[in-house]
């Protein structure tokens, strides 16, 4: 008696348990209103803690914080004999990197001139891919309620170039192939008057439609190599979650 006893005390407190962690979650982050299954476990998504979080690795490869200004260049003591560089140090851990060299701009030469040497350009790209469903969302919360989806991100206003910061976010569907949603940003720099500051880029995605179960992100910031290497920081890049429509 006293064994089936706890038995059923155990199977009862669990049921109510789950409930319990369900209740919790509604209550904490204001999801009345929101399709919310009982089949979910709730303590998972509870201990998760989806909303407001940056899903993001290693936000800030260089240390740095967009509280504080960016550090200026320093100027090479002695010229850079070595082969180009075309990878800026940091500590990229949790992203996908890669390099491009971009053809030399001679635009604006003379016909004529002597060039000497020219400045080397190239592009470094990173990209995560956040898998929404492993961060702690559910099903019937993307498809149904679809709730914003903060894009953010902070970058150096390097002035090698008019272009220097390129930002392209997918909203992709379980296949990780089809797009539903997307933004791209592509900023002009003013290049006539000296400015070193962080610039922000953001987007807000809403009524993206159902079927979004990862976020691509991928940025690319622009670098020169001239006797010395010269590149474009970012810092404070983010994909949130917002229990708002």
Not at 39 to 61: E, H, I, M, T
Not at 66 to 94: H, N, W
Request: glycine share 6%; hydrophobic share 35%; charged share 25%.
């Amino acid at each position: 008696m006293r064994l089936y006893f706890l038995i059923v005390h155990c199977t009862l407190w669990g049921s109510s348990s789950m409930s319990d962690w369900k209740k919790r979650c509604e209550d904490e982050w204001g999801l009345q209103g929101v399709p919310m299954p009982d089949s979910a476990d709730w303590k998972s998504v509870y201990d998760a803690k989806p909303f407001g979080r940056n899903f993001l690795k290693n936000s800030s490869p260089y240390g740095l914080t967009k509280d504080g200004p960016p550090p200026e260049a320093d100027l090479p003591e002695e010229p850079d004999r070595g082969p180009p560089r075309f990878i800026p140090e940091g500590d990229f851990s949790g992203w996908t990197t890669s390099s491009e060299v971009l053809p030399d701009d001679r635009s604006g030469i003379p016909a004529g001139a002597v060039i000497c040497q020219l400045p080397t350009s190239s592009w470094f790209t990173m990209e995560q891919v956040v898998d929404l469903k492993a961060e702690g969302l559910w099903e019937e919360l993307l498809d149904e309620f679809q709730p914003e989806i903060v894009v953010q991100d902070w970058y150096e206003e390097s002035q090698l170039h008019k272009f220097i910061y390129q930002l392209h976010v997918k909203l992709l569907a379980a296949d990780k192939a089809t797009v539903i949603a997307e933004h791209t940003a592509n900023p002009t720099e003013e290049l006539s008057v000296y400015s070193h500051n962080w610039k922000e880029v953001s987007h807000v995605f809403s009524g993206y439609g159902p079927g979004v179960r990862y976020v691509q992100f991928v940025h690319r910031l622009k670098n020169h190599f001239l006797n010395g290497f010269w590149n474009t920081m970012f810092t404070g890049s983010s994909v949130t979650i917002s229990p708002k429509k």
